[in-house]
């Protein structure tokens, strides 16, 4: 195996664990707030907590990883979430499991952005959106697989024992990737944080890419938190048989990252506009259908128009700024999930007023939007690269 793929199939299997641990909290809320005698509101703070955790800590830890070598912050990060992931497992009241899945968070802010980071800078402008979308396929087969595994470990047994699991195996894994992965070199001599900042946040192209990823996060994240109780509602359905339909989303973001790279190859930037309608038109189905089948589809579609909007939002951040990949990133995953915190809680007051499917209908209209604007931004961001490099040939 090429020490690239090697690399790849590494990062991959700790995001795929990493991110399974995250979306593990779907198809486990209504037994988080059971068996802790919670609203699943009040249970859904958890997973709020470990959002915001992540989107702060992202911050630090990107410049980070810029200065001292990305392989050594995600080595750090990788032992820390796991530890803290076990920990849940013994969370007694609320606030030991807002603590421990805030840990949780805050060490997997080291792993998400730092590994994309990593992969960008690895690989050349040719096969950097494939290798992208590959190790984000595998981080959202991750979520696919959680809901299957969260749903029957929990329904065999007791949701603690889903947060043991995906803690353990990331501890033999981090153990793994201590003495696998080759250390990179740092790209940056000096550690500033706010000069590290200055130049992305001053940029007005790449504030309008990051602004559509906040609001990218609050339509993605902010309702899928919800999925498995939607289900619930509608099918009657025990967790283990949610979990799989669940599965769907996480299907979806695979074969979206797989289409992704050739789509754009091929149709240009249009293919933005053309996922953010199919990604709203799963979202009204959700909030209005009642019919397993379409439901499930439904979910399938939902993955793919959120990766493929996403995996090229990433791609084109990391073009911006090749020299600051893993600060790029952490400002890319700040948003997407303080987007997803502000959603996840907002949404909790939205379900209890009109409903769960309400959240999904305003969803469809947020999703519609980031496409359109998603759109237009690339196709400026191609326009202006091809003037660059006419010019440069012109030289």
Known sequence: MQKKEKMLLILGLMAFLANG?????????????EDLSLTISTAAISVTAYMLAF???????????????????????????????????????LPSLIFFRAMNGAFGAGIFPVTLALVGQTFDDKNR???????????????ASATIIGGILSYLGSWRMVYFFYGFAELILAIVMQKSLERDKPTVAKLHYINAYKGPLTNFQFMKIIMSVLLLGFAIFGSFTYSGTLLTEITKYNILIV?????????????????????????????????GFL????????????????????????????????STFISTAQENFPKMRGTVMSLVSFQMFI?????????????KQYGTQQIYFNAAFILLFVGIVATLIIFGFEKRKLKTVSAENDK
Do not use: C, W
């Open 129 to 143: 959106h494939r290798a992208l979308a590959k190790v984000m396929g595998m981080m959202f087969m991750g979520a």
């Open 339 to 351: 987007g997803g915190a502000i959603g996840t809680s907002l949404n909790g007051m939205i379900m």
């Open 243 to 275: 979990g799989l339909i669940l599965s769907l989303f996480g299907i979806g973001t695979v074969a979206g990252g797989r289409i992704a790279p050739k789509l754009k190859s091929k149709i240009g930037p249009g293919f933005l506009g053309l996922a």
């Open 55 to 93: 989107g702060a800590f992202t911050l630090l830890f990107g410049p980070l990883s810029d200065r001292f070598g990305k392989v050594r912050v995600i080595n750090i990060a990788a032992m820390g979430t796991a530890i803290f992931s076990m920990l849940g497992a013994v969370a007694f009241n």
């Open 279 to 310: 990604g709203a038109a799963s979202l009204f189905v959700l909030s209005s259908s009642e019919n397993v089948v379409l439901l499930g589809v439904a979910l399938f579609i939902f993955g793919m128009a959120f990766i493929s909007i996403q």
């Open 21 to 33: 641990d995250n979306y593990a909290a779907a198809p486990l809320i209504i037994k988080i707030a």
